[in-house]
């Protein structure tokens, strides 16, 4: 079972419902930002590096960088992480699913 079949199995929610560390995922170098809504009406919630890190703070030379450190941090039991993929609406959290590469 790998990180993104893990949120499978648990229940999606929004950033707000989730107990979130946003100073260590900016430090780290990525975020977790609503996004508008989608054609259907349904909020995006996306998962971003970091674009104009302070002092302190990583970033990562794209988004799907950052996915794929997300993904993997998850897979070890990083609960930060897990809480990052729970929180990412379905459509974000399934194109970091078929974008993660092993390490």
Known sequence: MNAIT?????EAASIESVLFDETQARCE????????????????VELQRLDDPK????????????????????????????DALAALDPVERALVARNYRRA
């Open 29 to 44: 170098g990525w975020i977790i930002r609503g996004c508008g809504v989608d054609d259907s009406g349904l909020r995006r």
């Open 55 to 82: 002092p302190g703070e990583g970033t990562f030379p794209d988004d799907s960088d950052a996915w794929q450190h997300v993904a993997h941090q998850a897979l070890t039991g990083s609960r930060l992480h897990l």
């Open 6 to 10: 893990m949120m499978k199995t648990r």
